[in-house]
């Protein structure tokens, strides 16, 4: 929080923004490291105004201060291209009124020798309706590997069921191919929604008159499916383990009948599609609907509180060892007041403390009106981002996802360095972080609970994941020729690694990875001769063990191409 203590209020201006090692005259790391936004208020339908948005500071780094208010600056900090230790520094705080007392903010950070994947081990999932790629990349951003498209009807007919004409893919077919490029890339899959039988059957069925499951209704649907199958197979080049395809969304009651019984009829003409289904059913639909169903999706609130949720979780267990994954998730309205530790953060903690295989919460942007103004639409605005001039603007809630998402991680990560250090640490490891896990949602809006049995985690990756941190046996050496750098390295173990470098002088770094192995050899990207290179290398082993060689970043160690 800061505020201006002049009556008449005031600007405050942030300067000189830098991660560095060492003092002032030392090398800059990456100006991208560290981020300032202004945090703006918004007012919510249910009288609550939240302190929600995070749009990146303007170019001036100034914010201005009203009169006996308060403004909040929210500091983000990218660790993840940084050499593991302790970095201390300053925010130096000037009031643009000379007569008023500048202000100095200590920094510090604590980057632990360790890690973590650049994949998620589960499936992460929003329901987001990205405008574009700039949409998409920041979904990756905050580690998700799923992504939607919609089972909306493109297939027209006539009276009796029969198409009248191709289908036209042209309007579908860019966002399909972008994310299906960043599934690939992240592990994940393409989830279509809201389901082809309902969306079928709501659409050109309704407006046919055609009676559910009737001649035409049926002639129809089939075209229509065995069109879109086709179309993701021999046009985009889809695998069936690619995607999965929503049948009715939130089926219960009524519609859970329905879906068995056209999901049955599906299946006779399109056996190898791969099918999914969200929702809060009871046991026995969960049993009915289980013959039409490849992946599940049930709602997190039916497997804490449902009357069933014992008999439930044994059925998905059974389920999920049966080759049949489930995920789970939550859909909530006034998204912009609920707790983002509790609701957002805590997300993938209760994942793993359910021990199921992705996470999920509706949605990204599912907007009503403008994503500013929770007034202007039939209900509150439902999403985590805001809509930018240029792409999605952030939020605290999306921000406590991002963490949350990173928290699974670090789990994962202890666990499986202690699965390979014996079974006898591992059930340990297991048992500790189980622990951690349901004393934290036990108590989720204990924010002094939570820092605590986060730093027990913290302390427990950096003893079990940096217990053999790998050192070099032949330090980074370079060569140049035909316009390029070779670098060659290698570690006591096998690692894998990402070398940092840049023209001096360059602003930005350009990175060269390393994948798995005892010795390395790698080419960085086309360079002219005569020019100093400055580099550095963060190197890991399989358990996250990180470690860095940094004596590229000074004058000494550059290395001279020409």
Same mark, same amino acid.
């Given at each position: ?78 660790? =993840? ?13 000037? +009031? ?201 999706? +049930? ?28 995920? /789970? ?47 202007? =639409?039939?209900?509150?605005?439902? =999403? ?5 001039? /240029?792409? +999605? ?31 006898? /640490? ?7 972080? =189980? ?75 350009? /990175? ?51």
């Amino acid at each position: 929080m800061l505020r201006i203590s002049s009556p008449d209020g005031g600007t405050i201006r942030f300067h000189d923004i830098k991660l560095i090692e060492g003092g002032q005259d030392s090398p800059v790391f990456s100006p991208e490291s560290i981020a300032l936004h202004e945090v703006l208020y918004q007012d919510l339908r249910g009288g609550k105004t939240v302190a929600d948005p995070l749009p990146v500071m303007n170019q001036a780094h100034s914010i201005m201060v009203p009169a006996k208010q308060t403004r909040q600056v929210w500091l983000s900090l990218s660790t =993840g291209s940084l050499p593991p230790g302790r970095y201390r520094g300053s925010l130096a705080i000037t +009031p643009m009124d000379a007569t008023l007392p500048g202000k100095s903010a200590p920094i510090e950070i604590d980057i632990l020798p360790v890690r973590l994947p650049d994949r998620m081990p589960i499936n992460v999932f929003n329901w987001d309706y990205a405008k574009d790629e700039h949409y998409v990349r920041d979904l990756v951003a905050h580690r998700n590997n799923t992504f939607l498209l919609s089972t909306g009807c493109r297939m027209s007919f006539d009276a009796q069921g029969n198409p009248k004409a191709p289908v036209d893919w042209r309007g579908y077919d860019g966002l399909l191919q972008v994310k299906l490029r960043h599934a690939r890339e992240q592990g994940g899959i393409i989830l279509f929604s809201y389901g082809i039988i309902r969306d079928f059957h709501n659409g050109p069925a309704t407006s046919h008159g055609w009676e559910f499951m009737s001649e035409p209704w049926q002639r129809a649907f089939k075209a229509w499916v065995i069109e879109f199958e086709r179309h993701l197979r021999d046009d985009i080049g889809m695998g069936h383990e690619e995607y999965a395809v929503q049948l009715w969304d939130e089926a219960t009651g009524q519609n859970a009948a329905l879906t068995v019984q056209a999901g049955e009829f599906m299946r006779g003409f399109a056996p190898k599609m791969r099918t999914c289904m969200d929702g809060a059913q009871n046991l026995a639909e969960v049993r009915a609907l289980d013959p039409v169903i490849d992946l599940w999706i +049930p709602h997190m609130t039916t497997l804490y509180s449902h009357a069933e949720k014992t008999e439930l979780r044994a059925l998905y267990r059974q389920l999920s060892e049966r080759g049949e994954p489930v995920w /789970t998730y939550t859909c909530s309205t006034e998204m912009k007041a609920l707790d983002p530790l509790d609701y957002y953060r805590l997300k993938e903690w209760r994942v793993w403390d359910l021990g199921l295989e992705g996470s999920c919460y509706w949605a990204y942007n599912s907007w009503r009106g403008d994503p500013w103004n929770d007034f202007d =639409g039939e209900i509150a605005d439902c =999403g985590t981002i805001y809509d930018g001039q /240029t792409g +999605p603007i952030s939020s605290r809630r999306w921000e406590a996802t991002l963490e949350g998402r990173d928290d699974y991680l670090t789990m994962h990560t202890l666990r499986e360095a202690a699965r390979r250090a014996g079974k006898e /640490t591992g059930d340990t490891v297991a048992a500790l972080i =189980g622990s951690i896990v349901a004393e934290t949602i036990a108590s989720p809006r204990d924010l002094e609970l939570f820092g605590r049995q986060r730093a027990r985690l913290l302390e427990a990756t950096r003893r079990h994941c940096a217990a053999h941190i790998p050192s070099l046996t032949a330090p980074p050496s370079f060569s140049y020729a035909g316009g390029a750098v070779t670098c060659s390295w290698a570690a006591d173990q096998p690692t894998a690694g990402c070398l940092y470098y840049r023209v001096s002088g360059d602003a930005e770094f350009s /990175t060269l990875d390393f994948d798995m192995a005892a010795k390395h050899r790698g080419v960085t990207a086309p360079m002219l001769s005569g020019r100093n290179i400055e580099w550095y290398l963060l190197y890991w082993n399989e358990d996250g063990g990180m470690a860095a060689e940094v004596s590229g970043l000074s004058q000494s160690g550059w290395f001279v191409t020409g």
